[in-house]
């Protein structure tokens, strides 16, 4: 037998703190993570790992074939305001937008979690849209299908700085809370 769960699992990362990734902000934001699930990590099935790992070889084959169309593939840039740094990762660039590749199950329609992340790119990434697509395949082709479009709007860009401020300051009381009451044990 060969264990692979090591390597499912990867190596662990201490969050930080300041430091908010685009993709996992919206659950933060909208109080489904918990600021513990947040500082701690969410708990992951073996079958959760998987899933994410295929998710990563489907992703990297697909930027493989956009980088012959033009495009620039897996574009990290921080945001930093305040002491805080807003992360995003974009899977696929050109000039004039952008596009956020989704995996998983097949939808008609992108979710409200991944039309958040694509506008947030939009400001981030200096582009007046972001492309939501999904790979599909049929018997005579295969493509990527746009399930949704999102427009640059940086005003609403500074209102969702302004709640990651606050959460912010809600993690660090926390973080506080959580270490005195560690003290005491």
């Known amino acids: 037998m060969i264990d692979l769960t090591d390597y499912l699992k990867g190596e662990p990362r201490e969050r930080k703190l300041n430091r908010f990734s685009i993709s996992e902000l919206y659950y933060l934001l909208a109080g489904w993570t918990s600021i513990e699930e947040y500082v701690n990590g969410q708990k992951r099935t073996m079958h959760d790992y998987w899933t994410m790992q295929l998710g990563n070889l489907k992703h990297e084959w697909i930027q493989i074939h956009l980088k012959t169309l033009g495009y620039e593939c897996e574009v990290k840039k921080v945001h930093e305001i305040d002491g805080l740094e807003i992360?995003?990762?974009?899977?696929?660039?050109?000039?004039?937008?952008?596009?956020?590749?989704?995996?998983?199950?097949?939808?008609?329609?992108?979710?409200?979690?991944?039309?958040?992340q694509?506008?947030?790119?939009?400001?981030?990434?200096?582009?007046?849209?972001?492309?939501?697509?999904?790979?599909?395949?049929?018997?005579?082709?295969?493509?990527?299908?746009?399930?949704?479009?999102?427009?640059?709007?940086?005003?609403?860009?500074?209102?969702?700085?302004?709640?990651?401020?606050i959460k912010h300051e809600e993690i660090i009381l926390w973080k506080n809370q959580h270490n005195a009451q560690s003290a005491k044990k």
């Not at 992360?87 to 992108?110: P, Q």
């Not at 493509?143 to 709007?153: C, M, N, S, V």
């Open 87 to 116: 992360v995003g990762r974009a899977d696929a660039l050109k000039e004039d937008h952008g596009l956020e590749i989704k995996t998983g199950k097949a939808r008609d329609k992108a979710s409200s979690s991944q039309m958040f």
């Open 118 to 165: 694509a506008k947030m790119y939009c400001t981030l990434f200096e582009l007046p849209e972001f492309h939501i697509v999904q790979p599909y395949i049929n018997t005579d082709c295969a493509y990527l299908k746009t399930i949704g479009t999102a427009k640059r709007d940086d005003k609403w860009f500074q209102k969702q700085i302004e709640k990651i401020k």
